[in-house]
């Protein structure tokens, strides 16, 4: 399924429980700000190494999955009631951070495009 089928899916679930007056785009934003919220308390307390094997265990997995669901179908729905096309705002903005992180100064480094080249962030600096 693509990305327009799974929002076609999402507005029929939507539709046939009589949802859509609430799928407003503050609520959606609200939704998805909660759902991210699940997902970073999975994650909270857990050490880098941690984290990186969250997987690994399968209740963690599962629940790691059902919340990334959750926050892909509301900002999916969000995207449809705003009318965004992902696909084109995502390879858009792809383009926009080639611009502001050339290689040559990103590589390496986690600083900010402004910091970038001013000697002010140092490689593997996070700015």
Known sequence: M??????DALAEFAEER??????????LV??????????TEIFQWLTPEQSARVMED???????????ADVFSYLLRLA??????LERALVAKMELNRRKYPVELARGR???YDALGDGLGREGDVV
């Open 80 to 85: 449809d009631v705003l009318g965004v096309d």
């Open 30 to 39: 609200m939704a998805l700000t909660g759902e991210v919220g699940e997902l």
């Open 110 to 112: 986690a600083a900010k």
């Open 2 to 7: 693509g990305i327009r089928e799974l929002q």
């Open 18 to 27: 009589e949802w859509g007056r609430f799928h407003t785009p503050k609520n």
């Open 58 to 68: 399968a209740e963690s997995a599962e629940a790691v999955e059902h919340e990334m």
